[in-house]
């Protein structure tokens, strides 16, 4: 059984997280695309929680590109493609717009058609393909996300099924995740990506599962802000729960967490620079119902 290891790094604003998260990612980055030489699937958060992490990534050096899959863990489905608040729109800003990525690497949920059962299924056969042509050229795969102000990661709403051994699925988004995207985006800089009233907030999504995110060979988890600081305590001092996503990172083997003194302010043990916990000594065999299930896929 795999050690379960989670790093916690706390710096003090916003902008300083971001840089260390994306420099510690360039590391990994650097190392596998030119060290190694593999090819890595790495999939992308897209919210403004992102945004210093993705502005500093994209300043990063020596990274191969060209050996960088890109997918992303979830999207709209009431939203048409090219609205400026689909993920894809995002993602083109703030990073796949800045870095020398291949168009061909990338693969964008909006790019399907479908319903969202469809669309769930074709995005997960794309994915479980993926990881396995680079896993078996000996490389990794690696998830990028946050953690929301109810604690979802990705959109698995406390309410969505988080023991599914599906990697994607169709999602109905919560009221206080609904809250969460209407105060995201009511100061953007584009008036057409403002949502005028709550009732304009798409309600329906694509999301990866717990599954999907615990099948990572590392996991990189970027939080700031006191508005998400209550579901970064629960899920640092709290217990392993169906009703807190994210505090089923904790089951994962490679996990680093970057906070600011703002998103670390609740927490229970005074804040350190790093730190580890060994909490459950879980397996993604339990996440799945299949209890034959195996983690590589």
């Known amino acids: 059984m795999e050690e379960i290891n989670i790093q916690r790094k706390i ?4 902008e300083e997280m971001g840089k260390v998260a994306a420099k510690e990612l360039a590391e990994v980055l650097r190392e596998w695309t030119v060290k190694k030489k593999k090819r890595i699937v790495v999939a992308f958060a897209a919210a403004p929680s992102q945004d210093t992490f993705l502005a500093s990534l994209c300043k990063e050096k020596g990274i191969d590109w060209k050996k960088v899959t890109a997918v992303h863990l979830d999207e709209y489905v009431d939203l048409k493609r090219g609205h400026p608040n689909t993920f894809e729109s995002y993602l083109r800003e703030h990073i796949f717009s800045k870095v020398p990525i291949p168009e061909k690497n990338i693969y964008f949920i909006k790019s399907l058609k479908g319903t969202g059962e469809e ?6 056969e794309i994915i479980r393909k993926l990881i396995k042509e680079v896993r078996k050229e000996d490389g990794i795969y690696i998830v990028i996300l946050g953690i929301g102000i109810n604690g979802h990661i990705a959109f698995i709403e406390p ?7 599906k ?4 999602v109905e988004i919560d009221k206080v995740s609904v809250r969460q995207q209407y105060d995201d985006y009511k100061n953007h800089p584009d008036p057409q990506a403002r949502y005028k009233t709550l009732k304009d907030v798409p309600r329906k999504a694509i999301s990866m599962t717990c599954a999907g995110i615990l099948e990572a060979d590392k996991i990189f988890c970027i939080v700031p802000g006191k508005h998400k600081a209550r579901a970064v305590k629960l899920m640092w001092d709290g217990p392993v729960s169906d009703s807190l996503p ?3 990172l904790r089951m994962h083997h490679c996990v680093n967490i970057y906070l600011d003194e703002n998103s670390a302010s609740e927490l229970n043990t005074k804040p350190k620079v790093s730190g580890k916990m060994n909490p459950y000594p879980l397996t993604l065999q339990q996440v799945g119902r299949d209890e034959g299930r195996e983690r590589r896929l």
Request: no cysteine; aromatic share 8%; proline share 4%.
């Open 11 to 14: 710096m003090k604003t916003n």
């Open 119 to 124: 669309i769930a299924q074709k995005y997960e």
């Open 159 to 165: 309410h969505v099924d988080k023991r599914t051994s």
């Open 246 to 248: 994210a505090s089923f």
């Open 167 to 170: 990697l994607i699925i169709p």
